[in-house]
């Protein structure tokens, strides 16, 4: 087997804008995401955070830290603010090496955020 770079996604909503609701929802995702893949953070290249305009209460690469991941490279941005887009929306992009084919990966929508893939809008 040939290990190689894959990426993972996964998004979810915040129940408020405060640095407590932003930083679980966001260790919540981040939790799912690395059982349902089996991530170990010695094989994670890093993790891209994006949050809605309207989340601005704290970053959500600190949960990252907070579950132990001292070790990725880390990065947050702010979405684009389209009209109609989900409010409170936290979306992580997972960078890392794996043996597993890309059928094998699991992406995660938690809290109402399946409709990004149902309504066909790729924004992850």
Do not use: H
Not at 72 to 90: F, K, N, Q, Y
Not at 97 to 122: C, F, I, M, S
């Amino acid at each position: 087997m040939t290990t190689v770079c894959r990426g993972i996604r996964g998004a979810t909503i915040a129940g408020e804008n405060t640095a407590e609701d932003i930083y679980g929802a966001t260790r919540e995702l981040l939790d799912a995401l690395i059982e349902a893949n089996e991530i170990a953070e010695r094989d994670v290249a890093a993790v891209y955070f994006t949050v809605t305009p309207d989340l601005n209460a704290g970053f959500p690469a600190a949960a990252a830290r907070q579950v132990g991941w001292n070790n990725t490279a880390l990065m947050g941005a702010t979405e684009i603010a389209v009209p109609g887009s989900l409010l409170r929306c936290i979306r992580i992009l997972i960078l890392f090496n794996t043996e597993k084919e890309p059928q094998e990966l699991v992406n995660l929508y938690l809290k109402g955020t399946e409709v990004l893939r149902l309504a066909g809008v790729e924004s992850i």
